[in-house]
């Protein structure tokens, strides 16, 4: 592709300091030292008390809801995005919670706040939000509403790193948030992944579900000593809290994320600078170039008609394809997660007619790659081929 979804996100630079690493004589790979230094990096920037470094952002999705039943052994509601990836919902129907779906603000591409206010009720048990590829999906009136009634906001941040909200840092808001760190995003560890959390039981937690449940993995001598006392026939070496997994990470990925972490801000900076450029040359009579854009940090150029029309959208898909410009369509997840088989049997037949505005972007939504070291004789090559559409 001419125009890839991604370009040199892994730079040589990251790799000479896991080759230096290996070049030791016997060099530790599993969970350590980088991976600690990590977590604590990472939470600096972030703004945050305590960061747990996993194996992926579905892997921080998966101990996100592990530790919510923790909290609510029942059960209950969780609101989520149709627009997302299926980690989102796939880990909520993992732990028993009931999904209550709420369509998008088109502005945004996350879910409309006051759509989610009006879905709340007696049974909801938290609110996990995506911001869509570098948008802010947060709203004051919805943060107030939340934070009135008690109920938790998960923030979903895999695709937005370093944007904000009135700020701060999205993922510093909420009271836990996951992070991805795969190869297309904004930094990458080859894969990776990371919870980030200011609730100190959160975090031993979460430090415990990472591997196998153990006792031993939390750093809170208060806790592991209720624990040796309550369980003396035990091998303290061998208690096991919870059911739980193995999702950690490694000593490579904790070194590459340190690298990684050195660049992002002006990452950051460059993505959003391309995306400005982007929506200025874009043709607002075809395209959407109306998103939220304040406290933006922007994942990949977002293609979306203004109105449906499925012979333009397929000259557009031809036309694309011809110039090697790299796509997804459906935007966000590959669009309308109602729409997918796994969600068979659990929502009504049909049901994903009641988000229109979802199902606009499954149709007639795409996103191209935007990424630190696209030029701006690139950038406006690619507006002249998707403008050129008749």
Same mark, same amino acid.
């Given at each position: 592709?001419?125009?890839?979804?991604?370009?040199?996100?892994?730079?040589?630079?990251?790799?000479?300091?896991?080759?230096?690493?290996?070049?030791?004589?016997?060099?530790?790979?599993? @969970?350590?030292?980088?991976?600690?230094?990590?977590?604590?990096?990472?939470?600096?920037?972030?703004?945050?008390?305590?960061?747990?470094?996993?194996?992926?952002?579905?892997?921080?999705?998966?101990?996100?809801?592990?530790?919510?039943?923790?909290?609510?052994?029942?059960?209950?509601?969780?609101?989520?995005?149709?627009?997302?990836? /299926?980690?989102?919902?796939?880990?909520?129907?993992?732990?028993?919670?009931? #999904?209550?779906?709420?369509?998008?603000? #088109?502005?945004?591409?996350?879910?409309?706040?006051?759509?989610?206010?009006?879905?709340?009720?007696?049974?909801?048990?938290?609110?996990?939000?995506?911001?869509?590829? =570098?948008?802010? =999906?947060?709203?004051?009136? !919805?943060?107030?509403?939340?934070?009135?009634?008690?109920?938790?906001?998960?923030? +979903?941040?895999?695709?937005?790193?370093?944007?904000?909200?009135?700020?701060?840092?999205?993922?510093? /808001?909420?009271?836990?948030?996951?992070?991805?760190?795969?190869?297309?995003?904004?930094?990458?560890?080859?894969?990776?992944?990371?919870?980030?959390?200011?609730?100190?039981?959160?975090?031993?937690?979460?430090?415990?579900?990472?591997?196998?449940?153990?006792?031993?993995?939390? &750093?809170?001598?208060?806790?592991?000593? +209720?624990?040796?006392?309550?369980?003396?026939?035990? @091998?303290?070496?061998?208690?096991?809290?919870?059911?739980?997994?193995?999702?950690?990470?490694?000593?490579?990925?904790?070194?590459?994320?340190?690298?990684?972490?050195?660049?992002?801000?002006?990452?950051?900076?460059?993505?959003?600078?391309?995306?400005?450029?982007?929506?200025?040359?874009?043709?607002?009579?075809?395209?959407?170039?109306?998103?939220?854009?304040?406290?933006?940090?922007?994942?990949?150029?977002?293609?979306?008609? &203004?109105? #449906?029309?499925?012979?333009?959208?397929?000259?557009?898909?031809?036309?694309?394809?011809?110039?090697?410009?790299?796509?997804?369509?459906?935007?966000? =997840?590959?669009?309308?997660?109602?729409?997918?088989?796994? !969600?068979?049997?659990?929502?009504?037949?049909?049901?994903?007619?009641?988000?229109?505005?979802?199902?606009?972007?499954?149709?007639?939504?795409?996103?191209?790659?935007?990424? #630190?070291?696209?030029?701006?004789?690139? /950038?406006?090559? /690619?507006?002249?081929?998707?403008?050129?559409?008749?």
């Amino acid at each position: 592709m001419k125009f890839p979804l991604m370009r040199n996100n892994i730079q040589r630079e990251d790799l000479d300091a896991v080759i230096e690493h290996l070049k030791q004589d016997d060099p530790i790979l599993t @969970n350590g030292a980088n991976v600690r230094a990590f977590e604590a990096e990472w939470s600096d920037w972030l703004g945050v008390k305590h960061s747990v470094f996993v194996n992926s952002g579905a892997s921080a999705n998966l101990l996100t809801m592990a530790i919510l039943k923790l909290r609510y052994p029942e059960g209950g509601e969780v609101i989520v995005p149709p627009l997302t990836w /299926i980690s989102d919902v796939s880990s909520v129907l993992q732990h028993g919670f009931t #999904p209550v779906f709420v369509d998008i603000d #088109p502005e945004s591409l996350a879910m409309d706040g006051d759509k989610i206010i009006e879905s709340l009720s007696d049974k909801t048990r938290a609110v996990f939000l995506t911001h869509v590829q =570098g948008f802010d =999906g947060l709203t004051d009136e !919805l943060i107030s509403e939340l934070e009135k009634r008690n109920v938790l906001l998960i923030e +979903d941040v895999c695709e937005s790193h370093g944007a904000t909200h009135g700020g701060k840092k999205l993922g510093s /808001i909420g009271w836990i948030s996951n992070f991805s760190f795969y190869y297309a995003h904004h930094m990458s560890t080859i894969e990776g992944g990371m919870i980030c959390t200011n609730d100190p039981e959160v975090y031993q937690q979460a430090r415990m579900l990472r591997s196998h449940g153990m006792l031993r993995e939390s &750093n809170d001598e208060a806790l592991r000593q +209720d624990y040796l006392a309550k369980n003396p026939e035990l @091998n303290p070496d061998f208690i096991f809290a919870f059911t739980a997994y193995n999702v950690r990470n490694t000593e490579i990925g904790g070194i590459m994320g340190r690298k990684q972490l050195k660049r992002l801000d002006y990452n950051v900076k460059r993505r959003t600078e391309n995306l400005h450029r982007f929506l200025n040359q874009l043709d607002s009579k075809k395209y959407r170039t109306n998103f939220k854009l304040e406290g933006s940090s922007n994942y990949a150029f977002n293609l979306v008609l &203004n109105e #449906p029309n499925d012979a333009f959208v397929e000259k557009l898909m031809k036309k694309m394809n011809e110039s090697g410009v790299e796509y997804r369509r459906g935007s966000a =997840g590959g669009g309308n997660q109602l729409r997918q088989p796994y !969600l068979q049997g659990i929502v009504p037949d049909g049901y994903y007619k009641q988000f229109p505005e979802t199902d606009h972007i499954h149709f007639y939504g795409f996103y191209i790659g935007n990424f #630190p070291d696209l030029k701006d004789e690139e /950038i406006d090559e /690619i507006c002249q081929i998707l403008n050129s559409v008749e």
